[in-house]
């Protein structure tokens, strides 16, 4: 991994393609305290002169031969950017500014806003003004609208639901749900019932888009008008709806054992149909919410699995009782699902 310091330096010869205010200028970087939880090593930086100060984010992503995320990441960015004519203010791009090659580093203008993640929870509160709700809701609105420009900037051809894989991913998820003792009295249920209407609709066409694959509040911030995405950094193709479940998905299993004890559930789960409404802006019809469902069954099926490993180290000395937890949890859930479905 390269030193902080060395690629500091190098944005610091940069700053004037960076920012045109410090052509000429004499300028220093210095490293910032960050506090932000990331998957990988990330860094707050600042570029200094007399006139001027900008704060930079500098991310390190796996790279090898055949996969960089870093530089995936980085086009995926200026590409939503160089698109970006005629977007309303709800959406915002980050500025991307570079990816340094030999550092494996990708540098972006730094974000004021806040985490989306935190804001929500302390914001979607059972005790909260009509401004406030309001304001909540107009962000969700626009994480549908950000995703669904996001798609239609980068869509694939489309694929028939028996070309899709489906079948194949759901043996796989209730595999590993079963090893962990979660949803064995159910697993033959969602098999049968996905399986029936997999059948059923086999000849039906998935919209395809490039996939964010991991579209959660997390890897949002927002600010007093706009949302703003990061983590792009997929280059494959995918049905637009699993970028859309797992949104909705989230909104249903958030703060599940609560570290925000006036967090509203049910505002949360309300608040599902605005987000579907920034998306596609109208009602679906039966037959898209069949294919869309399916979907929320396979991405409640990887959260249960996903809370598991989450909370386990918390359950340590009770890991029956955690597994007794979310399989109330969830069974529930899909079960409301499946008779969507069926």
Not at 130 to 159: C, M, Q
Request: proline content about 3%; hydrophobic content about 35%; charged content about 25%.
């Amino acid at each position: 991994m390269t030193d902080i310091n060395q690629t500091a330096e190098v944005i610091r010869q940069k700053a004037g393609d960076y920012f045109s205010a410090f052509k000429n200028k004499t300028v220093e970087v210095i490293r910032l305290p960050f506090q932000e939880a990331s998957t990988y090593p990330i860094h707050l930086l600042e570029i200094r002169s007399k006139e001027l100060t900008k704060k930079v984010i500098v991310k390190y992503a796996p790279a090898n031969a055949n996969y960089c995320e870093g530089m995936i990441e980085y086009t995926n960015m200026k590409n939503m950017a160089a698109k970006r004519e005629g977007n309303p203010e709800n959406i915002g791009l980050i500025n991307c500014l570079d990816y340094i090659t030999e550092h494996n580093a990708l540098v972006m203008e730094f974000n004021q806003g806040a985490r989306f993640s935190k804001w929500f929870m302390e914001n979607n509160a059972y005790f909260i003004d009509l401004k406030t709700r309001n304001k909540v809701k107009y962000f969700i609105e626009s994480a549908g609208s950000w995703l669904k420009l996001f798609h239609r900037n980068n869509p694939y051809p489309k694929v028939n639901v028996s070309e899709s894989g489906l079948g194949n991913r759901l043996s796989t998820l209730i595999v590993k749900a079963e090893g962990l003792g979660l949803l064995n009295k159910q697993s033959n249920k969602i098999k049968e019932s996905i399986t029936s209407t997999l059948i059923r609709t086999k000849d039906r066409e998935l919209p395809m888009a490039l996939l964010h694959g991991d579209y959660g509040l997390q890897n949002m911030n927002v600010d007093e008008r706009s949302l703003y995405v990061f983590d792009l950094q997929r280059d494959y193709e995918e049905c637009i709806y699993q970028d859309i479940a797992y949104f909705w998905v989230t909104l249903d299993t958030i703060n599940s054992f609560p570290k925000y004890p006036l967090f509203s559930k049910s505002r949360s789960k309300n608040l599902q149909k605005d987000f579907l409404f920034g998306y596609f802006s109208r009602q679906l019809t039966k037959e898209e919410l069949v294919l869309l469902n399916i979907y929320i069954v396979l991405n409640l099926i990887q959260r249960c699995i996903k809370q598991y490993h989450n909370n386990k180290k918390r359950f340590k000395y009770s890991l029956p009782l955690l597994t007794v937890v979310l399989n109330y949890q969830f069974t529930r859930k899909i079960n409301k699902m499946l008779f969507e479905i069926d």
